[in-house]
């Protein structure tokens, strides 16, 4: 049996199921189908999530007045901390961050 033959009968086979109104164990009983099989047929057939990524977007940050030796804390989601002087400049901030993010 092909491959889009296969998959043809186990869409037919989760039809039937979803119109006897059987649970899926009870459903494969009165089969004759391994309900290890029956699930591994789901699995396969069913839509796939979208792949995500670990990629964190930078989100521009505006900061009140500051003055010249006050520190700046960036706390990320994995609890890291990191300071740095409020007067910073902008180029060396989007560096840093810029390794943070490779």
């Not at 494969?28 to 990524?53: D, E, G, H, M």
């Not at 180029?91 to 993010?101: A, I």
Request: glycine content about 0%.
């Amino acid at each position: 049996m092909s491959k889009s033959k296969k998959e043809q009968h186990w869409q037919r086979i989760f039809q039937l199921q979803a119109e006897s109104r059987l649970n899926k164990s009870e459903f494969c009983k009165r089969n004759n189908i391994a309900v290890s099989t029956f699930y591994a047929w789901a699995k396969k057939l069913s839509p796939q999530p979208p792949k995500r990524t670990n990629k964190q977007k930078v989100i521009p940050l505006v900061f009140p007045e500051t003055k010249p030796d006050q520190q700046l804390t960036l706390t990320l989601p994995n609890g890291y901390q990191f300071s740095f002087p409020a007067s910073l400049e902008p180029s060396k901030l989007q560096q840093f961050l810029s390794v943070l993010s490779a």
